[in-house]
């Protein structure tokens, strides 16, 4: 995917980007590049691959909320920072929160923070789990992007979600029907509710992707502190 197709692509998700943010995202690609020479965050370093699988995959987000509303976000397991740092260049208006286990990710992220001048978005170096329990009902979207499987991630993501009004957004590849099918006992003992399941083709290489939109209809009762393992983005 090229810059000028990236802007295409985005565009037809409903966002025009300036050309601010252009220069911005730009910068991070570079700036993810250096650093992945010093710590792992990415496999995937070609240009055209990173605007596609990275920016292009973080911004499809929008299909599944209105990003546009001064909203809070947390990003389980953010690695490299996608999707939550390619979300706070091309929404400025979301104050976000970024989670991560690996004290050295979260330094990196501190430093992409810093010289993009971002603001209203934070790193945490705490575990996802540690962190739901103090952190109740807090955000209006919560978000994991190729992290642990749907069943062990709704424990760290539901508590932290708004009752009603939060969402737990998952961004997966090919929708699993069995992984889906495990969550049933959970969505009933949390009183939660898948609400939407948008599946589609990232352009260009057509690969599968699936957003799972879940909500809860009352304050979740307890958390099961299970590990959260975070893989390569």
């Known amino acids: 995917m090229t810059n000028k197709e990236f802007v295409d692509y985005v565009n037809q998700l409903g966002i025009t980007l300036s050309t601010i943010q252009q220069k911005q995202l730009n910068e991070f690609y570079h700036l993810v590049i250096e650093w992945n020479q010093k710590i792992n965050l990415t496999t995937i370093i070609k240009e055209e691959d990173f605007y596609l699988k990275h920016f292009y995959d973080s911004l499809t987000l929008s299909k599944g909320i209105d990003l546009n509303k001064n909203l809070t976000l947390c990003d389980i397991g953010t690695g490299a920072g996608f999707p939550g740092i390619v979300l706070k260049i091309v929404f400025p208006n979301l104050k976000i929160t970024l989670l991560d286990c690996l004290r050295k990710r979260v330094d990196y992220l501190n ?101 799972i939109c879940i909500k809860k209809r009352q304050k979740t009762a307890k958390i099961f502190p299970k590990p959260l393992k975070t893989f390569d983005k």
Do not use: W
Not at 162 to 187: C, R, S
């Open 111 to 211: 430093t992409i923070i810093e010289k993009l001048k971002l603001e209203n978005i934070i790193a945490i170096h705490t575990r996802a789990e540690d962190y739901a329990k103090v952190h109740r009902e807090e955000f209006d979207i919560v978000t994991a992007r190729a992290v642990t499987s749907l069943n062990k991630l709704m424990n760290f993501s539901l508590p932290l979600i708004k009752v009603d009004t939060g969402v737990f957004i998952a961004m997966k590849g090919k929708k699993n029907h069995e992984e889906i099918n495990q969550i049933e006992p959970l969505l009933t003992e949390m009183q939660a509710e898948v609400k939407d399941i948008k599946e589609f083709l990232l352009p260009i290489e057509c690969s599968d992707r699936t957003l």
